[in-house]
């Protein structure tokens, strides 16, 4: 059964290396959402400056027609999705997109961001990813899977929800 999946989370919550395994395993397309970010967005994160609204209106347009895009054959994106706003933004394009939140400790996570090499999102907007954080509402259904976990443990617990095992 194809579907569509937001994987979120802060950066360093560990979508990118989620994301992948997750879509090889439901037999769907992956995307990054940083691939989708314009040069702007990019030079305005790695100089340290965080996003605006306005920022991401235009990003989350195209990750959403990029779901949309999928149709039935459904996709697995990586994507901050922060504010209830965007994934708001994001359902309105995909409607039955599924929400599979990575949730962890600022630091752990931010240990995690400070040993990654050669991403354009610097460890100093940590502070600023937890303070724009709206953890998914009740009504939102999302999964939520601690980063705590090995990596095929997320998968496995990711796995098990969206197919609907106890």
Not at 117 to 125: I, K, T, V
Not at 157 to 162: G, T
């Amino acid at each position: 059964m194809s579907q569509a999946v937001l994987l979120m989370g802060v950066s360093g919550a560990g979508k990118s290396t989620i994301g992948p395994m997750l879509a090889k395993a439901l037999g769907v397309a992956f995307a990054d959402a940083d691939a989708f970010h314009p040069p702007a967005n990019i030079a305005k994160m790695s100089s340290g400056q965080p996003l605006t609204d306005e920022d991401r209106w235009p990003w989350l347009d195209a990750i959403g027609a990029w779901l949309a895009g999928r149709g039935a054959a459904g996709g697995v994106v990586a994507c901050s999705a922060l504010k209830r706003i965007y994934r708001d933004r994001l359902r309105a394009a995909c409607p039955g997109l599924r929400l599979v939140y990575l949730s962890g400790d600022p630091a752990l996570i931010g240990a995690r961001q400070a040993a990654r090499r050669g991403h354009f999102m610097p460890p100093g907007l940590m502070t600023s990813q937890f303070a724009a954080l709206e953890a998914p509402g009740a009504d939102e259904e999302a999964i939520t899977l601690s980063v705590a976990a090995t990596p095929e443990a997320i998968l496995a617990a990711a796995l098990a929800a969206l197919r609907g095992a106890p």
